[in-house]
């Protein structure tokens, strides 16, 4: 909430191509692996890098 007053909603939200947006991705997710272990949620399909799938 902080960084969207800051800096507005576009820039919180990734706006390029396809594969920069995976690589993206692919850079946190190791972090999206240990909260969705902490919340007890299931990993969505699209979020997992493809070397692990």
Do not use: M, T, W
């Not at 820039?11 to 390029?16: G, I, L, P, R």
């Not at 999206?32 to 070397?51: F, G, T, W």
């Amino acid at each position: 909430e902080k960084y969207i007053k800051r800096y507005g909603k576009r820039k919180a939200f990734h706006v390029s191509s396809n594969s920069s947006c995976r690589q993206h991705i692919c850079s946190h997710y190791d972090l999206y692996k240990e909260r969705c272990a902490e919340q007890n949620l299931q990993e969505n399909h699209h979020a997992v890098p493809r070397d692990l799938v």
